[in-house]
């Protein structure tokens, strides 16, 4: 599609990059003030007049009318005929009549548009206003913000002011992004405007009119609840992004005492610092809240939140600090460490024995896994229960291997970052809500990993898992590319291997579009088990190191599953096998 | 990004309807998403798929008004996954925007959770 005029042009990019392609009778005005510019008035100027109170749709259609060029006509028709946009019957009436080829119907739901606003405001339709001319306007809804992974100021780029500074933007053309998911009566919404040279208006704050029927958020993942030792319950807002809508009134209750304390959000969507409950660990807290219209009397629970017991401070030199996505602003990490007491091993290492956590680490626990299935030993020789010598604290010496076969040892404790609503955040074994019982091997490993790399955000973005093979065996790996590697050559190797008992591992391309429905995911590292032929056909045994979500339906759900060789080699990109 | 699933706890809060379903369409697709690549053999480096709107058909309502066999328009948010007309399976929507389109929740869409671990999931709430 070719706009030639320079002022349909950004209008038509636009409507382009939205979800649904609509052209309102709001955006309509726009596009008439565009067209309306070569009449002796500037774009700017026809926008005001066009959008002026008590102005009908002839006058509207006559003020774009005496501007029309030859190149803006052929513009119009190539929008109606060539764009694929969507338009509302009205908006399309007003281009068709503007261009002849229809009457301008003046009745039903087609009357003149609301003018834009002095300031800005929000309705269920949209955001329209002023600011200076050009702005580029950028929003977020922090009434949706909590249940999304934002900051406040992770904005979105929501539409332009006009010439004039005015702007009139459909509610279709601002929603649908993580910052913008709705724009629903209620809302609040900061807004800005940005000039070309990158300086900014202040925040605006505004409500969408209309009739809220929508209760605040409350997102009790981002809340720490821990025993302070002295009867209190300290409650720790464990992010920098929002817990809730900001000024929403919150009330917490502790289930076992019934003492409460309410307490109002601020601005940014937080708790005050130093808040306190009556309680101690164990105690379980409930959460209320309400935007003062919604759940006004807080008699409807939004959540229940369990209460840590206190395991002091991070200490740098013994724990690895945790991936960026759980530390503050000021550096600290989000979750407080606890101390977990259950055994180094329950029957030895398997592979079951291991779960990722919520760090994009996934090639470390299918690489450990699969060590654990075919060289158990290796595992339990490498992690080693001592004592401090200053403490008497129970330790973990825990060994890796370099990548030039250097034997190193980490030593970790046992206390690893937990929220208060669950186990701990990054890997586990099952039974990981109980810090009595817990298995402790893979956290263990994994602490000490991240200690050895440095943190658990060095570990946590992505990695190979033939790299964790070696650090764990001590030994290099063979490297098959599905692309390169025939099929029967893959499975030779890997049966071989499996009868061997040799740490095996693949992964899955980065194509997200052939994995939908697979029961396999993309981008995702696996433990390989082994291979086997039945029925005349050639199977890949493999482990989904989430502990669960595997191809098939075997009826357990627990992330074993087996793929035929032909489906192993598309959608599977390479195989590492320890030598 | 080949994170697990979310505990479907946390989603089923902010489920608004849940159907069994079929993608019908991609209506829309928004534009690529910055792309990471890795060296050989790493795995998890968190690239995303871009937004979709597509129409889904309604084949069973689990939760919320939906009719059974009416075909909606859904945004699949952006993330760790695409569909595809043919894609099924149970589909947890949340609060639709002003213009009526609801997101799909879970972060692997109608792959993040068995429909029997939904089923149990709502017996349980």
């Keep these: 599609m070719r706009i030639s005029d320079k002022q349909l042009r950004p209008i038509a990019d636009r409507v382009a990059q939205t979800p649904t392609k609509r052209v309102d009778d709001r955006l309509v005005i726009e596009i008439l003030a565009a067209v309306a510019d070569k009449s002796g008035r500037s774009a700017a100027q026809a926008l005001t007049e066009l959008s002026a109170p008590g102005k009908t749709r002839a006058e509207q259609l006559a003020i774009a009318q005496a501007g029309l060029s030859k190149g803006e006509r052929k513009d119009i028709e190539t929008l109606l005929d060539q764009s694929g946009f969507s338009f509302d019957a009205g908006a399309k009436n007003f281009l068709e009549a503007l261009i002849g080829r229809a009457t301008l119907e003046t009745g039903g739901g087609n009357g003149p548009l609301p003018p834009p606003a002095a300031g800005v405001v929000a309705d269920e339709r949209g955001i329209r206003g002023t600011l200076e001319a050009g702005m580029v306007i950028e929003a977020i809804n922090l009434s949706s913000a909590p249940d999304q992974r934002l900051h406040l100021t992770d904005t979105k780029e929501i539409g332009r002011a006009g010439a004039g500074g005015q702007f009139v933007l459909d509610a279709n053309s601002v929603t649908g992004t993580d910052a913008m998911k709705r724009l629903t009566a209620g809302d609040v919404i900061r807004l800005r405007g940005r000039r070309a040279d990158g300086t900014t208006t202040d925040w605006i704050e505004l409500k969408v009119g209309g009739r809220d029927t929508t209760n605040a958020q409350f997102n009790g993942m981002r809340l720490t609840l821990t025993d302070d030792g002295r009867g209190q319950v300290g409650l720790t807002h464990n992010t920098g992004r929002p817990l809730t809508e900001p000024g929403a009134q919150l009330r917490f209750i502790n289930l076992r005492t019934g003492d409460q304390l309410d307490v109002k959000a601020t601005a940014d969507g937080s708790i005050p610092a130093n808040l306190k409950i009556a309680g101690k660990a164990g105690d379980q807290i409930a959460v209320a809240v309400s935007d003062g219209t919604n759940n006004a009397d807080l008699k409807t629970v939004t959540t229940t939140l369990s209460v840590l017991g206190n395991s002091g401070t991070v200490d740098p030199a013994d724990d690895p600090m945790p991936h960026k996505d759980e530390v503050r602003s000021d550096g600290t990490p989000m979750y407080p460490l606890r101390r977990y007491n259950g055994p180094l091993f329950v029957n030895g290492p398997t592979s079951n024995d291991v779960r990722q956590g919520v760090i994009g680490n996934c090639y470390f626990p299918a690489a450990v896994g699969a060590v654990a299935h075919m060289m158990p030993k290796v595992i339990e020789d490498a992690i080693t229960e001592v004592r401090n010598p200053q403490t008497g604290e129970r330790e973990f010496q825990v060994r890796f291997y370099s990548s030039s076969g250097r034997m190193e040892l980490v030593t970790v404790d046992a206390d690893l970052y937990t929220r208060s609503w669950g186990g701990p955040i990054y890997g586990t074994t099952p039974n990981a809500s109980n810090p009595d019982s817990m298995e402790l091997w893979f956290p263990i490993l994994e602490k000490a990993y991240a200690k050895w790399k440095g943190s658990y955000d060095r570990i946590g973005n992505g990695g190979s898992p033939a790299s964790v093979l070696t650090a764990l065996t001590g030994k290099s790996t063979r490297y098959f590319d599905t692309s390169y590697n025939d099929a029967d050559e893959i499975f030779r190797a890997v049966k071989a291997a499996g009868d061997a008992k040799q740490p095996m591992t693949a992964g899955t391309h980065d194509d997200k579009k052939i994995y939908t429905n697979t029961g396999v995911y993309a981008d995702h590292a696996y433990s390989v088990l082994g291979a086997e032929e039945s029925g005349g056909k050639k199977f890949i045994l493999l482990r989904n190191p989430w502990g669960e979500s595997e191809a098939g339906n075997d009826g357990k759900n627990d992330g074993y599953f087996k793929l035929e060789l032909s489906q192993f080699m598309k959608l599977y990109g390479d195989v590492a096998i320890v030598r | ?125």
Excluded: C
């Design chain 2, 1 to 125: 990004m080949a994170l697990p699933p979310e505990p479907i706890d946390t989603v089923l809060v902010d489920t608004k309807v849940a159907v069994v379903g079929e993608i019908t369409g991609v209506v829309a697709t928004g534009p690529a998403l910055p792309h990471r690549e890795g060296k050989k053999g790493e795995k998890d480096l968190g690239n995303k798929a871009p937004w979709q709107r597509v129409t889904l058909r309604i084949d069973t309502v689990l939760r919320g008004g939906l009719k059974q066999g009416s075909t909606v328009e859904v945004l699949k948010p952006e993330g760790a996954y695409l569909v595809d007309a043919g894609t099924k399976g149970p589909f947890l929507l949340g609060a639709a925007g002003d213009d009526g389109v609801a997101p799909i929740l879970g972060r692997y869409g109608p792959d993040t959770w068995r429909l029997e671990v939904v089923q149990q999931a709502f017996a349980k709430a």
